[in-house]
């Protein structure tokens, strides 16, 4: 029988008097892999802040016990002392360090004061080995992908003697290839007898990995789950979580698309560093009033640097082609133009480029819009409030009134707040690039509403996902794109995973002969 190595009891935590966590217990027993799964602001990333140490002893109530012994950390390095090691969201590593570098910052590899380099990459390439990655330990962090990069963050974490392994949303940026490959390095680090305590909104990655599941809704434990029990699926997840059944993953959208309000012809983009490479090449599509259409592609296939490409020139640079809207060209030289011709964009990364974090949802709904609340430059305030709350209510954005902090939201309510920020620009066109991601299936689902909301009242709309359910059950039409081309174009019924992964191969040996007879 498998030893009980962590155990928090009756933990209640509380902002501003507003209990986050409510006489949370639960139990993780060793080498088994523990998720925590429930809606955004349930209280998960808060319980795994308050296990590691960032939200310290004395600012909770209720006790920690690790293998029987009970602990109090004061900070993250008390946590880690004993082996509890938390891998954020949003990585925590430096662009402009190396691999080395970054796996033993903090911890470096010194004696009397000086760092041994020689010692340092030796151990850093041990440990890369060991995550499955092949890379020099020499390699900036910046010239390597997310999903590398959440290698690291591992190898990082393994440096410290872990034995607790928290992962907060670990795969949320990766394709499906990158998410298996970490998912298997998780099995693997189980059979080395470490454990890991996973939070993840893909319930399929919960449901194949997973020993044992607590679903927490609204600060409180709701239900323990284990494999041996059966009964281990994602509908009976999905129930737990929101307290009711979803019957359909997607709403229903019965609306009439009319004639192509929106065109990209012949759009080609170069590498913004280096000026010979071309990243997205001659690129043609359209989108038609109230249609809902989809990128779909691999990771690095380029569908973000279509879209960023064609909103203000964002990305890249030596750009040629043309954008029509309603059959006239129109400038999109930068934001201002788009936004003045209703052309908005919705990034992947919205605490980065979304949102200002430390500023209230009011203003963050105001941003792109000054414009509508001013005269002669002059904000007034009072119709500010106006505006934002309209869009607050539109929206249902969960929170305590306009003047709470966007960071303080849930990640599903700061996803409404972007896209209250562009609906009150009034737009025609929507580019949503990862709209869902990072977010519940009970928020996903309100997201999907206010899309064919949207598409209802007349709008067009483009879909970047790297979650091909989505793309199946949201769109009209899918673009498949692949090395920065479009590879093709699927209607409703024709499109699937299949068809899907058929038209990029297709495509691939295309570009394959291609290459052979120029060469």
């Known amino acids: 029988m498998a030893n009980t190595i962590l155990e928090m009891r009756d933990i209640t935590k509380k902002f501003a008097g507003v209990p986050a966590l409510q006489d949370v217990s639960f139990s993780v027993q ?41 602990c109090s950390f004061k900070t993250i390095k008390d946590s880690e002392k ?32 000086v760092i041994d380099w020689n010692k340092t990459v030796d151990e850093a390439g041990k ?37 607790i392994l928290i992962l907060d949303e670990p795969t949320a940026a990766l394709n499906d290839e990158e998410s298996g490959k970490l998912l298997d390095l998780l099995k693997e680090l189980k059979a080395e007898g470490i454990t890991s305590i996973l939070i ?49 993953r997607w709403p229903s959208r019965n609306n009439e698309v009319g004639e192509v309000i929106f065109r990209v012809e012949d759009w080609s983009v170069y590498h913004p560093q280096h000026e010979h490479r071309k990243i997205v090449n001659n690129v043609n599509f359209n989108i038609r009033r109230g249609e809902v259409i989809g990128f779909a592609g691999l990771m690095g296939a380029g569908r973000t640097e279509i879209a960023m490409s064609i909103f203000g020139k964002s990305y890249g640079q030596k750009h040629t082609g043309r954008v029509y809207k309603n059959g006239r060209e129109i400038r999109v030289d930068s934001v201002n133009d788009c936004i003045d011709n209703g052309l908005v964009y919705l990034t992947e990364d919205r605490k980065a480029y979304g949102l200002v974090l430390i500023n209230d949802i009011k203003n963050n709904i105001s941003l792109a819009n000054l414009g509508k609340v001013s005269k002669f430059q002059v904000i007034n305030p009072n119709e500010e409030v106006v505006e934002a709350e309209k869009y607050r209510n539109k929206l249902a954005v969960r929170s305590t009134g306009l003047e709470q902090v966007v960071e303080s939201l849930s990640g599903g309510n700061q996803q ?33 509403t206010i899309i064919n909301e949207l598409a209802a009242e007349g709008k067009a709309v483009l879909i970047i996902s790297s979650e091909m359910p989505e793309l199946l059950g949201m769109c009209d039409r899918i673009y498949v794109v692949n090395d920065g081309e479009m590879a093709g174009c699927l209607d409703r019924g024709e499109a699937s995973q299949e068809s899907i992964m058929k038209t990029i191969m297709t495509h691939q040996k295309e570009k394959k002969s291609v290459k052979r007879s120029n060469g």
């Open 127 to 163: 440990l890369l080995k060991k995550v499955g990655l092949d890379e020099n330990p020499n390699t900036l962090i910046g010239n390597i992908g997310v999903g590398k990069q959440q290698l690291v963050e591992i190898a990082k974490a393994l440096s410290k003697e872990v034995r």
């Open 30 to 70: 060793d080498d088994e892999i523990h998720a925590i799964v429930g809606e955004n602001g349930a209280g998960k990333s808060t319980l795994m802040k308050v296990l590691s140490g960032v939200h310290p002893h004395g600012s909770f109530d209720g006790k920690i016990f690790v293998k029987g012994e009970e």
């Open 82 to 113: 004993l082996g509890i090691v938390i891998i954020h969201q949003e990585l925590a590593l430096i662009p402009y360090l190396s691999i080395a570098e970054n796996i033993f910052l903090g911890n470096e590899k010194a004696s009397g004061g």
């Open 416 to 448: 409404k707040v972007v896209l209250s920020k562009w609906l009150m620009s009034e737009p025609d066109i929507l580019l949503l690039d990862e709209p869902t991601r990072g977010i519940d299936v009970g928020a996903k689902y309100e997201i999907y």
């Open 200 to 248: 993840s909104h893909k319930l399929n990655e919960i449901e194949q990995v997973a020993d044992k599941i607590t679903v927490i809704r609204d600060g409180r434990v709701i239900e323990n789950m284990t494999r041996e029990e059966g009964d281990f699926h994602e509908d009976r997840i999905i129930k737990s979580m929101v307290g009711r059944e979803i019957t359909d």
